[in-house]
């Protein structure tokens, strides 16, 4: 995934209201950006780090652009705009990146499907069935380890999806959680237990009933970020 137009730089000053953060650019301009991103950022951002963000020529737009990468204070790189994540993992299931999903012959995004009226992110038909695929954008990092974990912030709704998928395994039809680690410098991933243990309680169930549990990482700059890499589920 390619930023065109490229994105520029600054340098953050502040997050606050979780979807607004005040940044001050290379050329000293003072803008309030929209920052895509529903979780805490725990270990995500501190105020003065670099930022990178798409500007928008939109008259109707209220901001004038959107975070989109940032420094973290253990000096890595994350994909703040989280609504990335599923633009990432399509161009990756087309290239054929994640080879355990590789050969689908149809795929579907936003398909209604269980019993608590969910969405799954991507529906893929096979020759011999379909396969359900959830995904999960990772940036929780920390300073001591190359693990990262999921979820940053408690999450009714990422174990709902859980459950959804559980069900589906259940009754024989191939379900996926996928996680998308976006943040550089991470080479496995785990449930964050101790912010949410009730998602990592549902995420052992979810396996325990036959849900694969997958991870992938990015290569990631202000330039362009791809889909690369397997990483271990621990």
Not at 63 to 76: A, C, D, K, V
Not at 154 to 183: D, P, S, W
Not at 211 to 234: C, F, K, Q, T
Request: charged share 25%; hydrophobic share 40%.
């Amino acid at each position: 995934m390619k930023f065109e137009p490229p994105l520029q730089q600054g340098r953050l000053l502040r997050r606050y209201k979780r979807f607004l953060a005040d940044i001050e650019t290379s050329t000293g301009e003072l803008l309030t950006l929209h920052c895509p991103n529903t979780g805490s950022m725990l270990n995500c951002m501190s105020e003065g780090a670099a930022v990178w963000f798409s500007r928008s020529n939109d008259p109707k737009r209220k901001l004038p652009g959107t975070w989109e990468i940032g420094e973290t204070p253990h000096g890595r790189l994350a994909l703040i705009n989280t609504a990335r994540a599923n633009t990432l993992v399509e161009e990756a299931l087309r290239a054929g990146v994640i080879s355990e999903l590789d050969g689908f012959i149809g795929l579907r995004r936003e398909v209604p499907y269980g019993q608590e009226r969910s969405r799954v992110d991507f529906c893929l038909e096979y020759p011999g069935g379909t396969a359900f695929v959830e995904v999960k954008s990772v940036t929780l990092g920390f300073a001591d380890s190359s693990v990262a974990a999921f979820p940053d912030a408690r999450t009714e709704r990422g174990a709902k999806h859980l459950r959804e998928l559980a069900a589906l395994a259940r009754a024989g039809v191939r379900a996926v959680q996928l996680y998308c680690v976006n943040l550089s410098g991470i080479s496995a991933v785990r449930a964050a237990e101790e912010i949410d243990p009730q998602y990592a309680a549902a995420l052992r169930e979810a396996r325990l009933a036959g849900v694969e549990v997958l991870a992938y990482g990015v290569d990631i700059s202000p330039d362009e970020v791809r889909v690369v890499r397997r990483l271990e589920v621990l």
